[in-house]
């Protein structure tokens, strides 16, 4: 369902199997060409989606709202064979296909065509790439295979009892694994019913909930960050018929970034529910999930979800005993089938057989706890390792901060500088001293921060997580200007 109406599973199988016709242009087999497409989110991208699969093609789902620079990059690096579009993204991709001289297909000429024979397509074949976010260097292109997608389908479907009798809200961008794994995807394996938004907007979001036809929800942190906003904005008896809405919605669940504990407990005022956190990454689906039925833990992301093998390691690939922080290792039939193009990488990526996720993580009671990107979120300051994550949870508190992150800024005497990024609450001000005073009650003297950057907003990227790497840069260049003018600044500290 979508905003031109509601589709039968029906109108699906007969939309895609004319974009497969179409694309197969009287071949037997696209025997894995790369199909690349811009769609609004709505039930045509899931008919393209599809139709690429049905034809044997390699699905590479483009992101709204970018450039012509980086949809070009992600068209050269999977030499793709055509483009697919709708109305909004005729003039951007039909001049980037032209200049290639690959095919450009807009998406009403595909239904033109009549369905013919279709190929037989093997859980084994590559079925789609996703590219990261790239935040330290260019995207990689993660493929996975149908037999990969169905293992991160069915153990989500498993853990969190999914049924034809669902119905969940699609408001998150159609090209990273949460919108089209965790919503669409799972969706449509259990029949359920998938309301789809084009864009992310809190009030529409609100309304459908209020329209009590929703029984899941999925969202990112900054996503429920909004929602509340747009409840706190609302009349008081607005306000009592949303929570009673959101009270008969039967699960609620928080990813792609870490929660915020104050987030948390906020929804949960308001909507009654204790979110569900879990981890997952574009390399693995989802890996780690906080229980449907029994305790979830703030803070926390759980345990391994079904069919998926979970370790932490540390810097020799040994297990580490619990309690002890360890990066996160993954094997199992979700795990994705290697980067396009980059052998090396590939190999770079698993360790006897396991994936190796990057982020770091200890158990504590039984339950995982993420500490942040090994690379990123661990800085090592004076000889210490701390987590950014833990200093992030400790700022929120702090009554002038509305939004924060932590990054580790280099520094030829401590190795790194812990580097505090926030944004005020409106008419606050604060400033170094008087937050390494307020902060001292609850962190260890080594995980102060020692500079500080005030900004109107983090930079993050469209999942809602903050672009650490960009932060890094913008502390350097704040200290350069800072020493250039000899002066304090009111930014950094």
């Not at 039968?8 to 060409?33: K, Q």
């Not at 008896?237 to 970034?257: E, H, N, Q, T, Y």
């Amino acid at each position: 369902m979508d905003s031109q109406g509601a589709f039968t599973y029906r109108d699906l199988l007969d939309a895609s199997s004319r974009v497969a016709s179409a694309l197969l242009a009287g071949r037997e087999d696209l025997h894995e060409d790369r199909v690349a497409f811009l769609i609004t989110p709505g039930f045509p991208w899931v008919a393209v989606q599809w139709g690429i699969w049905q034809a044997g093609g390699i699905a590479v789902p483009l992101p709204l709202n970018s450039t012509k620079p980086e949809l070009e990059y992600l068209v050269d690096d999977t030499a793709a064979s055509a483009l697919l579009f709708d109305a909004p993204a005729v003039a951007l991709l039909g001049s980037i296909a032209a200049d290639r001289r690959i095919r450009a297909l807009p998406y009403e000429d595909l239904l033109a065509f009549q369905s013919a024979g279709l190929p037989e397509v093997t859980s084994e074949r590559r079925a789609m790439i996703l590219y990261t976010s790239g935040t330290t260097s260019r995207s990689k292109g993660v493929v996975t295979t149908h037999a990969n997608i169905a293992a991160q389908i069915m153990s989500l479907v498993e853990a969190w009892e999914w049924s034809a009798d669902d119905a969940i809200l699609l408001c998150l961008p159609l090209h990273h694994v949460h919108g089209i794994i965790n919503v669409v995807s799972c969706a449509l394996w259990s029949g359920a019913t998938c309301h789809m938004l084009p864009r992310f907007d809190a009030n529409a979001v609100w309304d459908h909930i209020a329209g009590g036809k929703i029984t899941l929800f999925m969202a990112v942190p900054t996503v429920y960050t909004k929602l509340i906003a747009a409840w706190d904005a609302a009349s008081p008896s607005r306000r009592a018929d949303l929570s009673k809405a959101c009270a008969r919605l039967r699960l609620m669940v928080s990813g792609s970034a870490a929660l915020p504990v104050s987030t948390l407990q906020r929804w949960k005022e308001i909507s009654g529910h204790t979110l569900l956190e879990r981890y997952g990454m574009t390399e693995i689906g989802m890996a780690l999930s906080n229980p449907l039925r029994g305790e979830r833990v703030p803070g926390s992301v759980g345990t391994p979800l079904p069919g998926v093998e979970v370790r932490l390691v540390g810097g020799n690939g040994e297990p580490v005993p619990t309690g002890t922080p360890g990066e996160i290792e993954v094997r199992g039939p979700n795990v994705f089938a290697e980067y396009w193009g980059q052998p090396a990488a590939t190999r770079g990526a698993f360790r006897d057989g396991w994936f190796r996720t990057g982020d770091t993580a200890v158990i504590e009671g039984s339950v995982y706890r993420i500490l942040g990107r090994t690379n990123v979120d661990i800085l090592k300051t004076g000889g210490h390792k701390v987590s950014a994550l833990e200093i992030e949870e400790a700022l929120r508190e702090h009554p002038a901060v509305a939004e924060c992150a932590v990054v580790g800024v280099p520094d030829p005497e401590w190795g790194e500088r812990v580097a505090a990024a926030v944004v005020l609450n409106d008419g606050a001000a604060l400033d170094l001293s008087s937050l390494r005073a307020w902060a001292k009650e609850s962190l260890a003297p080594h995980k102060l921060p020692s500079r500080l950057l005030v900004l109107d907003a983090l930079p993050r990227n469209a999942l809602g997580k903050v672009v650490k790497p960009t932060l890094v840069a913008m502390f350097q260049t704040a200290a350069m200007r800072r020493s250039l003018t000899r002066g304090g600044g009111r930014d950094v500290c």
